[in-house]
């Protein structure tokens, strides 16, 4: 029987492009709360790569007035030029629950009226949107037809 020698084990240096690597990023994301979103950047040597995560930020300053039979609202704009708009939440309770009544777009809207709620006190919060995430509540507004 012939004596063997062990092979010379090889290696193989793991090469995984960064297409690659931003799927598994955005994959492991679609875990996280829906109120983060993360950029992932890379340059063409793959030594510097950053991945940060962020919050949506919810408009500010929400204030309600009537106007006849209708209730206006009015906001200065979230911080986030990303966002898509705003969802408009109501109740008739003070911090709800809340339903959502209608979406505000662009994000640099700043009013919205409620069309005859009826009678009554309603109280209202907003929250800043952009694809399926969502911020947190706006302040509390409200006012009494």
Same mark, same amino acid.
């Given at each position: 029987?012939?004596?063997?020698?062990?092979?010379?084990?090889?290696?193989?240096?793991?090469?995984?492009?960064?297409?690659?690597?931003?799927l598994?990023?955005?994959?492991?994301?679609?875990?996280?709360a829906?109120t983060?979103?993360?950029?992932?950047?890379?340059?063409?040597?793959?030594?510097?790569?950053?991945?940060?995560?962020?919050?949506?930020?919810?408009?500010?300053g929400?204030?309600?007035?009537?106007?006849?039979?209708?209730? &206006?609202?009015?906001? *200065?704009?979230t911080?986030?030029?990303?966002? @898509?708009? %705003?969802? =408009? #939440? !109501? /109740?008739?309770?003070?911090?709800?629950?809340?339903?959502?009544i209608?979406?505000?777009?662009?994000?640099? &809207?700043?009013?919205? *009226?409620?069309?005859?709620?009826?009678?009554? @006190?309603? %109280?209202? =919060? #907003? !929250? /800043?949107?952009?694809?399926?995430w969502?911020?947190?509540?706006?302040?509390?507004?409200?006012?009494?037809?």
């Open positions: 029987m012939p004596n063997r020698q062990p092979s010379a084990r090889r290696t193989f240096p793991l090469v995984v492009p960064a297409a690659a690597l931003l598994a990023a955005l994959a492991a994301l679609a875990i996280m829906t983060a979103y993360a950029v992932f950047t890379d340059v063409l040597d793959n030594t510097e790569n950053t991945f940060s995560t962020d919050t949506l930020d919810p408009p500010t929400l204030g309600a007035s009537v106007a006849g039979s209708d209730i &206006e609202l009015n906001w *200065t704009p911080v986030d030029t990303y966002a @898509t708009g %705003y969802k =408009v #939440l !109501r /109740s008739t309770t003070s911090g709800g629950p809340y339903t959502e209608d979406t505000v777009t662009p994000y640099t &809207e700043t009013t919205y *009226t409620d069309i005859s709620p009826g009678s009554g @006190t309603f %109280y209202y =919060v #907003l !929250r /800043s949107y952009y694809q399926n969502e911020s947190a509540d706006s302040n509390e507004a409200s006012a009494t037809i």
